[in-house]
């Protein structure tokens, strides 16, 4: 028997208080933080949608393996028990933990990366991007012409073009390190990438003779995509759709603060001997020795049982339903939001929203601004702030001007949710009055995280 409400699969063990707020606090904390959300104190947001990663709730049991983390400098328990639990489900041969998903990016592209490179991807995240960056290479977006338009239906929005794929290698291919693709796609709204895309890619990167790697921080939802959206795979386990996916690519990294359902931690996987080698020194220089790299071995344990945790069907269903409900709410009030709805976040399409802010005066950050000061909801601007800045110093507007409220795992409840509901509605009912921002200083790279702004 089925029933139309959809439970959270788990009891509520202990709470952690929110402190409420008034809006006139709101808008003096902003204003101190220089309209930042990133400056902002944690302390002061009342419903935080900034980011899924690594503000997830850890279960009884992930707690209680932590109890058994081994800190032993090299061998630990803890790290076999890592190692298993990685290869499980990807079963590259060498597995290289890392404190978080950008540390593996950095290792993985000071290694094949430099200048004259170029690094394709459905579309390059903000750290991916900015470590690709730093050692000279390019990094360029190949996602398929339906991710880019946030209100065009497609079942895998986070395809990458083969076509377009095939074009950039049969022109540069002796400048290319390797393939990658990131499931699901965070800067293009959360979207899938299918077991036939990834299929296809692989003979394109078998007839260039170039690896394919995946950006698989959110693997276990793309696997529910595919299960529940692609033909041929209704009756599959996710476990088993995640070994398809595995067996098309030669690497990956990861940021276990996603779909590791960890507060920390990560890894770079891959078959390559002599590129394992090579990432293993760099990991030895900056991050630890290769069996903790970076990791307490209590890290190492909740990792391991997160693994455990997050193909769970019933998780995952709950997990991919909560964020539906969100969009599906908003979609019915008339916000524009890029559709279908991802797994892990709902994104806001700012620029339809606010069409009067020009994508310089960043719509994003001013929508962002304000989701804050009328209802203590802290999410983050995906748009010209965060890419509008090219390495050469000049500025163009991003493809698209997006708000992502990304919902931590098992961490808020329904009611939270149609808190968010309702304030998304008022600040969309007074959008025509919102203003926009110029940027009063910045760094030289990922400008978002420290860039302070004023308001026009």
């Known amino acids: ?17 929110l402190r409420m707020t008034t809006p006139d606090e709101r808008r003096r904390k902003i204003r101190d933080a220089s309209y930042n959300l990133f400056s902002l104190h944690a302390d002061d947001v009342l419903i935080d949608l900034l980011t899924d990663s690594g503000t997830g709730a850890m279960s009884r049991d992930q707690w209680a393996a932590v109890q058994h983390g081994d800190e032993s400098y090299a061998g630990s328990p803890s790290w076999f028990r890592f190692l298993a639990a990685v290869q499980e489900l990807f ?144 009756d599959r386990a996710v476990k088993d759709i995640v070994h398809d996916m595995a067996a098309v690519a030669d690497g990956m990294t990861m940021s276990a603060k996603k779909d590791g359902l960890a507060n920390i931690g990560g890894w770079l996987a891959m078959n390559d001997d002599a590129l394992a080698e090579q990432c293993r020194n760099l990991l030895i220089l900056t991050e630890g020795f290769p069996t903790y790299g970076g990791l307490a071995g209590r890290d190492l344990e909740a990792i391991a049982q997160g693994l455990a945790e997050v193909v769970d069907e019933h998780y995952l269903r709950y997990r991919i339903r909560s964020t539906e409900y969100l969009a599906q709410a908003l979609d019915a009030s008339g916000v524009p939001l890029v559709l279908p709805p991802g797994g892990h976040a709902v994104y806001i399409d700012a620029r339809a929203l606010l069409p009067h802010i020009p994508p310089l005066e960043y719509p994003g950050q001013s929508l962002a601004v304000a989701l804050y000061e009328v209802g203590g909801i802290r999410a983050c601007e995906i748009g010209t702030v965060m890419f509008g800045r090219h390495p050469d110093g000049s500025e163009s507007p991003a493809p698209m001007d997006l708000v992502r409220m990304a919902i931590p795992r098992r961490t808020y409840t329904q009611s939270h949710v149609d808190y968010v509901i309702e304030v998304v509605r008022r600040v969309a009912d007074g959008a025509k009055d919102l203003r926009g921002y110029r940027i009063a200083w910045e760094p030289k790279q990922l400008r978002h995280f420290t860039a302070r702004f004023e308001r026009r």
């Open 1 to 17: 028997m089925t029933f139309r409400t959809i439970i959270e699969p788990f009891r509520i063990h202990s709470v952690e208080p």
């Open 91 to 234: 079963p590259f041969e060498h597995v290289i933990p890392t404190h978080q998903g950008r540390a593996a990016e950095r290792i993985l592209f000071s290694a094949v990366g430099g200048p004259g490179k170029v690094v394709p991807n459905n579309t390059h995240f903000d750290t991916t991007r900015a470590n690709i960056e730093a050692t000279g290479a390019e990094a360029v977006d190949l996602v398929i012409p339906e991710g880019r338009e946030p209100r065009t239906l497609h079942p895998f929005k986070g395809n990458l073009d083969v076509g377009a794929l095939e074009a950039l290698l049969a022109r540069r291919a002796a400048d290319v390190p390797l393939v990658m693709v990131t499931v699901t796609n965070n800067s293009g709204g959360g979207q899938p990438v299918s077991l036939e895309n990834l299929r296809a890619l692989r003979g394109v990167c078998d007839r260039y003779r170039k690896p394919l790697f995946l950006d698989g921080c959110r693997f276990a939802e793309n696997a529910w995509f595919i299960r529940t959206r692609e033909p041929g795979q209704a």
